[in-house]
């Protein structure tokens, strides 16, 4: 009999997992509370600008993300970003200053002070973390390494513009894991960094090519090929209520309209928001409520994305570059902007321009949640500020997320164990996507097979 699974939430990841545990050889039946799949990845064509409501790019840097591109027949539909996209901008003085990709840019910038540059040449003097076992958060981290300035200009507003966080919550080994190894393995980043290039074997394979990517249509490409890649069921407008445990097997709850409904399966993958697992009605099992508890307590910064549309005369700023971001101290509202037409060709109507501006974010999440007049207000006021606007936009589009990204905070690892726990005390019932993996597009595809192989290690041993 070909084992049966549920994969909940239709996601990024559920459709990804769905994908992995069908070329398995399993059959697969996909829940989605929503009525359409992607989950943030979601592309609209408006007025002739393409407004993405959540994620804009897909950093393509292994050789196993291109293939998968190409096995589900996207290659045509790639869009490279353009070169200039990799000049960035992030706002000091009240004004956008490039950001040095050179040893010889970085010494001539402004965007740091000559003191905050030795500094940062001192790294390899300064003493390693002693405290073992705490987790220390990125800003600690970052500012005990490389000094104040690193942290308030390169640090701050990468995160904010990242991961909408804060970089005072945000856990250092969980969200820039490898910098911590780095620390751990030779008491310096830059020396860690030495340490391993020395130490890589050289490899005949030449690495992958990085590409910074989208598709003609958006980012909602990907997943729409996903799903039509997806041979089972595909139950939209399928919100999970809850899973009881029957002899040996699962029962999904789910709604269908007024109606309860069920589906029994040998194993489950959620990909649910770990809000949406704490309110999951168990039955049959008992996982430890303080687990349950620790996992509905994951955070989630809200944002908002205000897309912009103007006559290119009218913004001041050449805008040849991927966006700016705007660090904490320069006390601005908004975290970022993105200079959607120049990263991608066709994103907005002939001699025009389209920006998104993102708001709020764990930095000031009360901001996301301003009505749509207000929050405009602010994304006026702060591009004129810095890129100088000539006249009003004459497009505007508004996407909220009031639970935008999860935040990997300080003690973080008792999150994972949580979700560890819970999966101990239900057999078959896996966890997975950005509550539990990672935020990031590509590892949480990468994370697929992972996921498939648990699920194959379950039955075969069932
Ligand atoms: C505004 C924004 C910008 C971003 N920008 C980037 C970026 O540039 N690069 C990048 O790498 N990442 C970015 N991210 C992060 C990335 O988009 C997410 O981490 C990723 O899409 C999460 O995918 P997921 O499948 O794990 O979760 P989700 O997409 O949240 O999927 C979970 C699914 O479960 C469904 N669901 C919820 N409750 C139930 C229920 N009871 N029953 C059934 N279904 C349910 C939801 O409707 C949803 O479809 C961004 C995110 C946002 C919001």
Same mark, same amino acid.
């Given at each position: ?204 394979? =030449?690495?992958?090519?990085?590409? %910074?990517?989208? &598709?003609? $249509? @958006? ?5 729409? !090929? *996903? ?121 907005? =109507?002939?001699?025009?321009?389209? %920006?998104?501006? &993102?708001? $709020? @974010? ?5 901001? !996301? *949640? ?93």
């Amino acid at each position: 009999m070909t084992p049966h699974i549920a994969v909940l939430g239709a996601g990024i990841s559920g459709l990804s997992i769905a994908y992995a545990l069908e070329q398995a050889g399993m059959r697969v039946t996909l829940f989605e509370a929503n009525e359409r799949v992607g989950g943030p990845l979601r592309s609209s064509r408006i007025e002739g600008y393409l407004v993405e409501h959540g994620p804009h790019t897909l950093f393509q840097r292994s050789a196993a993300l291109a293939s998968l591109l190409s096995e589900l027949g996207l290659d045509d539909a790639i869009v490279d970003a353009r070169e200039s996209a990799s000049r960035r901008y992030v706002v000091r003085y009240g004004r956008p200053l490039v950001l040095p990709q050179s040893p010889a840019a970085f010494l001539k910038s402004e965007l740091l002070s000559t003191s905050a540059k030795l500094r940062l040449l001192a790294e390899p003097l300064i003493p390693g973390f002693d405290r073992e076992g705490v987790d220390e958060s990125l800003a600690n981290f970052v500012e005990r390494r490389l000094g104040r300035e690193v942290l308030d200009y390169l640090l701050d507003p990468f995160v904010g513009g990242t991961y909408a966080g804060d970089p005072r919550q945000m856990s250092a080994r969980h969200t820039f894991g490898m910098l911590k190894e780095l620390e751990d393995e030779a008491g310096s980043l830059v020396l860690g960094a030495i340490k391993r290039k020395l130490q890589s074997p050289d490899s005949d394979t =030449p690495p992958a090519k990085k590409r %910074l990517l989208s &598709f003609t $249509g @958006g980012l909602q490409t990907l997943t729409d !090929a *996903l799903a039509s890649k997806l041979n089972g069921e595909l139950k939209l407008g399928a919100p999970v209520t809850g899973l009881r445990r029957d002899e040996g097997s699962w029962r999904v709850l789910y709604r269908r309209g007024k109606s309860n409904a069920g589906v029994s399966v040998d194993a489950v993958v959620s990909t649910l928001p770990s809000y949406a697992v704490a309110d999951l009605r168990l039955k049959g099992v008992t996982p430890p409520e303080p687990a349950l508890k620790r996992v509905a307590k994951i955070t989630f910064a809200p944002c908002t994305l205000v897309s912009t549309g103007f006559k290119r005369g009218d913004v001041a700023h050449p805008l040849d570059g991927f966006g700016v971001l705007a660090p904490r101290v320069e006390e601005m509202h908004t975290l970022g902007s993105l200079f959607v037409s120049s990263m991608f060709p066709e994103r907005a =109507p002939e001699g025009r321009v389209n %920006l998104t501006t &993102f708001v $709020g @974010g764990a930095r000031q999440p009360e901001l !996301a *949640l301003l009505d749509d007049d207000a929050v405009l207000e602010l994304v006026k006021f702060d591009l004129n500020r810095i890129l100088g606007l000539r006249a009003e936009p004459e497009f505007v589009h508004i996407s909220r997320w009031e639970r935008a990204i999860p935040q990997f905070e300080v003690g973080h690892q008792l999150v994972l164990d949580a979700y560890s726990e819970i999966e101990a005390a239900m057999p078959g019932v896996f966890f997975a996507g950005n509550t539990r993996d990672t935020v990031a597009l590509p590892a949480l595809l990468d994370a697929r097979h992972a996921h498939a192989a648990r699920v194959t290690d379950f039955l075969h041993h069932a």
